[in-house]
């Protein structure tokens, strides 16, 4: 089969779950079939992580792109246009929508087509208002049917496909159910993973903490992440303070290590508002941690799809203590039932078989095809 040059354009370069998404991808369609570069900022992770697996970067994007001068972007602009006239790829992959703008530029001047990931809400709406653009974008990817939704473009164009999880995380899953995970019994401790923000349900779960650490449901919240800046950690943590709960909470900041850090909890909460798809909840399944998740967006999707986790109303402080409280109140029951769904839902979503439907989206690109599917893990 023809080898096919991809140039993939990811402008923040920071390891958030669409450069994962991007990376399993990379790593999947691998040499000799495929020759991938990716153009990106240098510094802030996703870099050091691509040349350790011997992916081509190209660093012709600054970092925080949206906050150059007009002047300044379009030099960068010029300088990535004469990298990609140079590498000549066949396909132009965009990893975040909100870079199509260049990316249609590029795609123009070069006359190649493009493949455009859509894995927020901000970037669904964000494309739906840019019409213009899409007449260069052969496929656009949605990662939930919520995303989808929210995407106005042709439907012909449009395709949806839960994340693919690599064979290993599901294997892990398997041994880590049958080792014994905390009791759930005194010192409960519930933890939060991911981006501290509004959107991902932090204030939230504090308004909730109050509630059980008052009645003795729970005795301590694990903070694991941070802010995007440190101004959002930082009055998150005020906030916390506020409520006289600080000596309840322990802020853990970004850890690489999730395993370690699932340990350390006896429930995982993820109470986002409107979540895309929910990639923290496949970390919980890997590792066997019991969860309550909110039903809304592409996580309540997945959750309902796998009949994978506690359900509580999205945005519903009551709501999520009742179900806490529901889980603690049968923990061994809450804790063989998740990881006996969750095994089956990492199984369900074979990589090899994501893999092929993105090699397809692709293809079709290459020979100036558009692409309508839908992919939701394996039968």
């Not at 979503?349 to 309508?372: C, F, H, P, Q």
Request: net charge positive; glycine share 8%; charged share 25%.
């Amino acid at each position: 089969m023809t080898v096919l040059r991809i140039a993939a354009v990811e402008p923040s370069g920071r390891l958030y779950g669409s450069e994962y998404c991007l990376l399993d991808i990379v790593d999947g369609l691998k040499a000799p079939r495929w020759d991938w570069t990716v153009v990106l900022p240098r510094g802030y992770g996703f870099d050091q992580v691509l040349i350790e697996r011997g992916v081509k970067c190209q660093f012709t994007l600054p970092p925080d792109l949206g906050g150059v001068s007009r002047w300044k972007k379009a030099w960068f602009y010029f300088l990535t246009l004469c990298h990609l006239r140079f590498a000549r790829p066949d396909v132009l992959y965009v990893n975040q929508a909100g870079c199509l703008r260049a990316a249609s530029f590029w795609a123009r001047m070069l006359s190649r087509p493009v493949v455009c990931q859509v894995q927020t809400l901000e970037d669904a709406r964000w494309i739906s208002r840019e019409q213009r653009l899409h007449r260069w974008v052969l496929s656009f990817i949605c990662n939930s049917r919520f995303i989808a939704k929210a995407t106005d473009v042709p439907e012909e164009r449009k395709c949806v496909l839960f994340q693919g999880v690599p064979e290993s995380r599901w294997r892990n899953s398997v041994q880590y159910g049958d080792r014994p995970h905390r009791s759930g019994a005194n010192g409960r401790t519930i933890g939060i993973l991911g981006r501290i923000a509004v959107s991902k349900g932090h204030y939230l779960l504090l308004q909730a903490a109050k509630t059980l650490v008052r009645r003795g449901v729970v005795n301590q919240v694990v903070v694991i992440g941070d802010g995007l800046t440190a101004e959002d950690t930082c009055k998150f943590r005020e906030a916390v303070a506020d409520t006289g709960l600080l000596a309840h909470f322990e802020f853990r900041g970004y850890r690489a290590d999730v395993a370690s850090e699932m340990s350390r909890i006896d429930l995982l909460v993820i109470p986002s508002l409107a979540e895309p798809l929910g990639r923290v909840l496949l970390d919980a399944a890997e590792f066997g941690v019991p969860c309550v998740v909110s039903d809304s967006g592409g996580l309540g999707e997945l959750s309902r799809r796998f009949g994978v986790g506690q359900t509580f109303h999205s945005g519903d402080s009551d709501d999520l203590v009742a179900k806490v409280e529901a889980v603690f109140a049968d923990y061994e029951s809450a804790v063989s039932q998740f990881r006996t769904a969750g095994t089956m839902m990492l199984k369900k979503l074979e990589m090899s078989d994501y893999l092929e439907k993105v090699e397809l989206i692709l293809r079709n690109a290459a020979a100036g095809r558009v692409t309508n599917l839908e992919w939701f893990g394996s039968t």
